[in-house]
Nanobody
Framework: QVQLVESGGGLVPPGGSLRLSCAAS????????TSWYRQAPGKERELVAR????????TYVDSVKGRFTISRDNAKNAVYLQMNNLKPEDTGVYYC?????????WGQGTQVTVPS
């Protein structure tokens, strides 16, 4: 069973930066999309960023455009989320998601806290 492990979360002041990483335990085939989601306290999980079959096919939720960048390294079975100019509203648990033809995989989440 493939496992996704996130890392890189933490406590950072407003305006700071973090780089989240997501590593797969083995190579995943038939990938449709790779995404980062987040869930803030008391809110539903939302899509933050997605990267498609080509690295140029990226989408972001409006609130993070210009501040976050999703990327991946296929050779390392890894996906990243560079987060700059962090704001208190970015606080939440961030989850890595990989969708494949036969289903999907979720990581366990990593906490990001930006105090107000």
């Amino acid at each position: 069973q493939v496992q996704l492990v996130e890392s890189g979360g933490g406590l950072v002041p407003p305006g700071g930066s973090l780089r989240l990483s997501c590593a797969a335990s083995e190579r995943i085939s038939s990938v449709i999309s790779t995404s980062w989601y987040r869930q803030a306290p008391g809110k539903e999980r939302e899509l933050v960023a997605r990267i498609g079959l080509t690295s140029s096919a990226t989408t972001y939720v409006d609130s993070v455009k210009g501040r976050f960048t999703i990327s991946r390294d296929n050779a390392k079975n890894a996906v990243y989320l560079q987060m700059n100019n962090l704001k208190p509203e970015d606080t939440g648990v961030y989850y890595c998601y990989i969708g494949v033809v036969s289903g999907d995989y979720w990581g366990q989440g990593t906490q990001v806290t930006v105090p107000s």
